[in-house]
């Protein structure tokens, strides 16, 4: 076990190497390995939340705007997102756990015909053109039967999200020799573990295997027979050690212990809201561990049963999560609504300061 090891050290850890000096925008989603997606804006989309702690001069929507310059691919991986290309192509050809029916095949082989002709196509041109009518969704309501197709073939690699426009994915056809299949599944697997390892670290050891069971269930299904064995390595290989008789893993060459993690400028007066799925505060195990306080994303809990809000965003001040936010915004104002797990806020005259100067962050971040 690293010299000083405690849970003080692991959440300082936690913290500093996941919100690391600003740089550039593929170079941040390269050291994160992923960055999760969400439709919802309140006041800006997850993902963009998560990169403007980590991305200089970053804005709501830039992601969406260079995308199609950058070396960066949508896809399903423990959940959707986005991440280097190269990480992207590792996972397929995926074979889906659900087999599609003939005529589904068909109808497939039509839309990708159509595709290439076309180049890039919107959902809408799919519609208009095959007419698949409505199917129903998750949430139980109705939704076009060639928005679900087109996400079945982009889950089965045989489509790219090209662009999107104001927020709708657009597609064009996958090039099937850009994604080799690769004859040394464990490989892959573990180059996977590692990427999840490295944007989640500290993780205990239930969290650990929730997201091997999640790469195994989406990322790459052709392989999910190997997810014992793919978690057994990863327990074997990884860096680890027992506290208070959690068994805790995180990259190879790192030491949670060392000084260079407790004196990180994220442990400054510096206040920041946190994305819902920001790395910080994803795994919930952890953070009710590292806070004491259990965090729970409220969007689709009925209003009557909220606590925090619909759209809390969880406030870390001075390498603690103290409280959150919910943040609103209009063409005239931007409102910050606070809560605080202790009742009140902070009397330290600093937190005022540091709050009202993540507002403004936040208002330029919104280009307002």
Do not use: C
């Amino acid at each position: 076990m690293p010299s000083r090891l405690s849970l003080d050290a692991l959440r300082r850890y936690a913290v500093t190497r996941s919100l690391f000096k600003p740089t550039t925008l593929m170079r941040a989603i390269e050291r994160l390995g992923f960055v999760q997606m969400d439709p919802i804006r309140a006041p800006a989309r997850a993902q963009d939340l998560t990169l403007r702690h980590r991305v200089r001069d970053y804005r709501a929507g830039d992601l969406e705007a260079r995308y199609p310059r950058l070396g960066l691919e949508e896809d399903f991986f423990v959940n959707y997102g986005i991440l280097p290309r190269a990480a992207q192509r590792s996972m397929h050809p995926r074979v889906a756990r659900r087999e599609w029916s003939a005529a589904r095949w068909r109808q497939a082989e039509a839309v990708l015909a159509f595709v290439r002709e076309r180049g890039v196509v919107h959902p809408r041109e799919v519609d208009a053109e095959f007419a698949h009518g409505t199917t129903r969704n998750w949430f139980g309501g109705n939704s076009r039967a060639s928005t679900e197709l087109l996400d079945g073939m982009h889950y089965r690699g045989l489509l790219r999200v090209a662009r999107r426009d104001s927020g709708i994915r657009t597609y064009a056809v996958q090039d099937a020799h850009a994604r080799p299949a690769s004859d040394d599944a464990d490989a892959v697997l573990d180059a996977l573990v590692d990427t999840v390892v490295a944007k989640y670290a500290p993780l205990p050891a239930a969290s650990l295997g929730r997201l091997v069971s999640m790469i195994a269930a989406s990322a790459t299904p052709q392989w999910r027979a190997q997810r014992n064995a793919m978690l057994k390595r990863a327990r074997e290989r990884l860096p680890k050690a027992e506290l208070d008789g959690t068994l805790w893993f995180w990259p190879d060459g790192d030491n949670p212990a060392a000084r260079r993690f407790a004196k990180d400028d994220v442990l400054d007066d510096a206040l920041r809201l946190l994305a819902p799925f920001d790395p910080v505060v994803w795994d919930r195990e952890r953070f009710e561990r590292f806070w004491g306080w259990a965090y729970r994303f409220e969007a689709y809990t009925p209003a009557a049963k909220r606590v925090r809000g619909y759209y809390a965003l969880p406030m870390l001040w001075r390498g603690h999560v103290i409280g959150w936010a919910n943040v609103a915004s209009t063409a005239t104002e931007l409102t910050v609504q606070t809560g605080f797990i202790n009742g009140g806020a902070p009397r330290d005259p600093a937190f005022r300061a540091a709050l009202g100067a993540e507002r403004a962050r936040m208002a330029a971040f919104l280009k307002r």
